[in-house]
């Protein structure tokens, strides 16, 4: 794409305007700087292309396309609040954007603060990444990925934007040592467990906001008896990313066997995921109609030192599971 004569600048205004429209009517987007990145960065720059699922395969959308309407219908889908998916290998989704609005509840639950310095893993097209730096600046950002030719590509699509934060090829699990300490970190790709590294790279009082079974964790780093802590709640929303490579698959146990109605609905199997190897498909059952059906917030996750473990209500309470090796 031509980005230094944007064809497309016009247009793409207008349609960012109406998707911004679209976040804040359904409830998002309370904070003005966030509305503001929203409003300016255009995100059709970071998807230059995507597939859409049609007919059993995917179908390559791309904004050089010389069909006219292919290519109106390349820039509304990159305003539309939906995914998109930018990078298949061996017909498997390997990276792609995330749904705009599910991104503005993930960075306003960040809660940063002018000044902060923050961590994202997972890199993507570089679209958060360059919302970020629209809030904080360049220098405040660093995001990381494993695969070169996703960085590479988030880089180029960041320089289109005007945004040059520190762009890393590496494993995110690892954090970014070099770049530490961090005051926030956020992650694009779903957990097993929280790697031991993130808190261990963040200040007190960091904040932590990543994709975790099928929910958003929002933790908070500090200091207890035995040393650093971290703890927080899911928020309400589900979330399904693409998960982090280099890292532990998220399990979930198998549900055979039980009734339709527990087996289709959302929370029953998210309380499945988060206590893989803890509980049996039965136990997951009775626990979670004893307990009304509990929604994603009422769970959450302590870690402490070694160990880490997700918990409803009360991380002292009755019913406590461990998470998954941390890791590195």
């Not at 395969?57 to 109106?72: H, M, S």
């Not at 893989?276 to 498909?281: R, V």
Request: charged share 25%; aromatic share 8%.
């Amino acid at each position: 794409m031509g980005h230094d004569a944007d064809r497309f600048a016009e247009p793409a205004a207008q349609a960012r305007r109406s998707m911004v429209r679209r976040i804040v009517a359904g409830g998002g987007l309370t904070d003005p700087a966030w509305r503001a990145a929203f409003e300016d960065v255009p995100r059709h720059l970071f998807v230059p292309y995507y597939f859409t699922a049609r007919a059993g395969t995917y179908e390559r959308l791309w904004c050089e396309d010389p069909d006219p309407e292919r290519r109106a219908r390349w820039l509304r889908g990159a305003y539309a609040d939906e995914p998109l998916a930018t990078r298949l290998r061996d017909g498997d989704l390997v990276s792609s954007s995330s749904q705009p609005s599910l991104m503005a509840l993930m960075l306003e639950a960040l809660e940063v603060a002018d000044g902060d310095r923050v961590l994202e893993i997972g890199a993507g097209t570089g679209y958060n990444a360059a919302l970020l730096a629209h809030r904080l600046g360049d220098a405040a950002v660093t995001t990381v990925d494993l695969d070169p030719e996703i960085t590479e590509s988030a880089r180029v699509h960041l320089a289109a934007a005007g945004h040059r934060p520190t762009v890393v090829t590496g494993d995110g699990a690892r954090g970014c040592p070099e770049r530490a300490p961090f005051d926030r970190i956020i992650a694009t790709c779903t957990l097993a467990s929280v790697p031991s590294a993130w808190p261990a790279q963040c200040n007190d009082g960091a904040r932590i906001v990543a994709p975790l079974s099928t929910g958003i964790i929002a933790l908070r780093v500090g200091h207890g008896a035995g040393g650093r802590t971290v703890e927080g709640r899911f928020l309400h929303t589900s979330a399904y990313f693409v998960p982090l490579r280099g890292g532990a698959v998220p399990e979930e146990t198998p549900a055979g066997g039980l009734p339709r109605r527990a087996i289709e609905n959302d929370l029953f199997r998210f309380l499945l995921s988060l206590s893989a190897g803890s509980l049996d498909a039965r136990e997951a059952l009775s626990l979670w109609e004893r307990e009304h059906r509990p929604e994603r917030n009422r769970f959450g996750v302590t870690v402490s030192g070694e160990h880490q473990w997700a918990w409803l209500d009360d991380p002292e309470g009755p019913y406590v599971w461990p998470l998954g090796s941390p890791g590195v």
